[in-house]
């Protein structure tokens, strides 16, 4: 899904609405008494496998607004999980990728 000008908008806008319902189903979990540990195993398991999958592939074509838009989901991520202070923050996790390829 990457546009004529090289664009990956198309493909995170898809991967932002799938992870979206994803979140939704776990803060329904969580309102129904599914602890915070599980929750954010869920979350790695399903979440940032979906995020992750494939990602040196198509990390590089990302604009700022999409970059961005990712960090605010992971940001929303943040507020309904307990033990989301102990993970490193979405750019960390993807930004590595992007210095690897830029310094080849």
């Excluded at 602890?35 to 995020?51: C, L, R, S, Y």
């Excluded at 605010?72 to 930004?95: D, E, G, H």
Aim: net charge positive; with cysteine.
């Amino acid at each position: 899904m990457i546009s004529r000008k090289f664009s990956i908008s198309a493909h995170v806008a898809e991967l932002l609405t799938n992870c979206a319902r994803t979140l939704f189903a776990l803060r329904t979990l969580k309102q129904h008494g599914l602890p915070p540990e599980a929750v954010h195993t869920v979350f790695q398991a399903i979440v940032m496998a979906k995020i992750n999958y494939a990602s040196p592939a198509w990390w590089g074509f990302t604009s700022a607004d999409d970059r961005g838009r990712l960090e605010a989901f992971y940001r929303r991520y943040a507020r309904v999980s307990a033990t989301a202070t102990t993970i490193q923050p979405l750019p960390a996790c993807l930004m590595k990728m992007t210095n690897d390829f830029s310094t080849k």
